[in-house]
């Protein structure tokens, strides 16, 4: 069964750059047709989708945040990433990863394994 | 963007009762629509995807309908630990939008 495990700092300055990994066990991040995804969800609000990346390495971001946000794949280390640029306190939410193992759809697939979460603060 | 409206925002239900809980799609998205189920201090967990299949280990109490843009997340006779906020997904095209949430609470 495939696990996911989110990490990187709690705490980041306003203007800085957000930076966290999600760590892929029980199976290889290229091994399978999976879409990996990131997802945040400010203290007390809903789930908010950032973006997705493909195992082949194509990504698709929300709009809104896409001029700030890259996801990448490290193949060696079974890792997926996500960095988010000139964060606000806007941005402080839990952030999860997840995986989405069917893609049975053009818009990818429902996400089936996610990690803990881990809080990111934006605080100076 | 495809824009997931839930009603309503809470709904509270006895233990043993039916609950209904609606997802509309400002856009068509097929079957292509998933709901969660988010406790407290806890990950959402996936419950059912193309609108009605149950996901692994998912109880029969929960069931999914509807296509298009109307669908609706029915538990049959509550138990404790249904009592969640739950999440509709559309996975039809990008971005993947969620609704906004319902809580169930217990009356």
């Known amino acids: 069964q495939l696990q996911l495990q989110e990490s990187g700092p709690g705490l980041v300055k306003p203007s800085e750059t957000l930076s966290l990994t999600c760590t892929v066990s029980?199976?290889?991040?290229?091994?399978?047709?999976?879409?990996w995804g990131w997802i945040r969800q400010p203290p007390g609000k809903g789930l908010e989708w950032i973006g997705n990346?493909?195992?082949?390495?194509?990504?698709?971001?929300k709009p809104s945040l896409e001029s700030r946000v890259t996801i990448s794949v490290d193949t060696s280390k079974d890792q997926f990433s996500l960095k988010l640029s000139s964060v606000t306190a806007a941005d402080t939410a839990m952030y999860y990863c997840?995986?989405?193992?069917?893609?049975?759809?053009f818009g990818g697939g429902p996400f089936d394994y996610w990690g803990q979460g881990t809080l990111v603060t934006v605080s100076s | 963007e495809i824009v997931m409206t839930q009603s309503p925002a809470t709904l509270s239900v006895s233990p043993g009762e039916r609950a209904t809980l609606s997802c509309r799609a400002s856009?068509?998205?097929?079957?292509?629509l998933a709901w969660y189920q988010q406790k407290p201090g806890q990950a959402p967990r996936l419950l059912l995807y193309?609108?009605?299949t149950r996901a692994t280990g998912i109880p029969a109490r929960f069931s999914g309908s509807g296509s298009g843009t109307e669908f609706t997340l029915t538990i049959s006779s509550l138990q404790s630990e249904d009592f969640a906020v739950y999440y509709c997904?559309?996975?039809?095209?990008?971005?993947?939008?969620f609704g906004q949430g319902t809580k169930l609470e217990i009356k």
């Open positions: 997840a995986s989405d193992s069917r893609v049975i759809a």
């Open positions: 029980g199976g290889s991040i290229t091994n399978s047709s999976y879409y």
């Open positions: 990346i493909y195992y082949s390495g194509s990504t698709h971001y």
């Open positions: 856009q068509i998205v097929s079957i292509n």
């Open positions: 193309g609108a009605s």
């Open positions: 997904q559309q996975y039809y095209n990008w971005p993947q939008t």
